[in-house]
């Protein structure tokens, strides 16, 4: 029986910098309905939150009549548009390889879409590397609670207390804690002190977010808690 720590990656703005694409589709699904000025600073309050749970709330904010899955299959049609452009943050590719050489078990937990996250791992090749994925569709709830996590730990057959997660955003690092699982927490947006909520409980926090993170200490602080 494998029992090195397994893996568990968030997807956008962890992996890849997806968050800019995102924030496009969800421009152009608004629009559609008739909400313009939709800003990158409204759509920063919503990083590390599903993609279901986020139009739910901007349906209520903005009135929207059209049912939330409605709005979902039009993001996410947007967003399929534009995720071919997407790209993997080099120094996570690192940590990705060195961790699949010394045979961790590794999946994805995202709060968005099978058809989006399997498009954005085929466009920057991490597909052949993280073949294992839960999407928001197969959970029941979103982050902070720990579904995502907890499913993709079954989907390992690993114990969650042999888990470690990797994370952009609060939300997610919440959901880390509720699931039981160490994390690792690097910011996709640094708050005006990362390094308390809503990081307080990561046990290793890269406070300068993707410039700052280094694979190979990752990858010891990730060993030494096995």
Request: charged share 25%.
């Amino acid at each position: 029986m494998n029992t090195m720590p397994a893996v568990i990656f968030d997807l956008d703005g962890t992996l890849v910098d997806s968050e800019p694409l995102y924030y496009e589709a969800g421009r152009r699904t608004l629009q559609r309905y008739g909400i313009t000025g939709f800003s990158w600073e409204e759509h920063s309050q919503f990083i590390g939150i599903g993609t279901r749970e986020t139009l739910e709330t901007l349906r209520g904010r903005y009135r929207i009549e059209a049912p939330v899955e409605e709005l979902l299959a039009v993001k996410n049609r947007h967003y399929l548009e534009l995720a071919a452009t997407t790209e993997v943050f080099p120094a996570m590719r690192d940590f990705v390889e060195l961790l699949r050489a010394a045979g961790h078990p590794l999946a994805v937990a995202s709060g968005s879409s099978r058809s989006a996250i399997e498009t954005a791992l085929k466009a920057t090749g991490l597909d052949a590397l993280l073949p294992l994925y839960v999407s928001a569709e197969d959970v029941g709830r979103g982050k902070p609670e720990p579904d995502v996590f907890l499913a993709a730990a079954r989907l390992l057959s690993v114990d969650p207390g042999r888990c470690v997660v990797v994370e952009d955003a609060g939300p997610g690092v919440e959901a880390a804690r509720r699931a039981g699982m160490r994390c690792i927490a690097v910011p996709y947006v640094a708050g005006p002190s990362p390094d308390g909520e809503p990081f307080a409980s990561a046990g290793l926090l890269f406070r300068g977010g993707q410039p700052e993170f280094d694979a190979r200490r990752a990858y010891e602080w990730t060993t030494a808690g096995s």
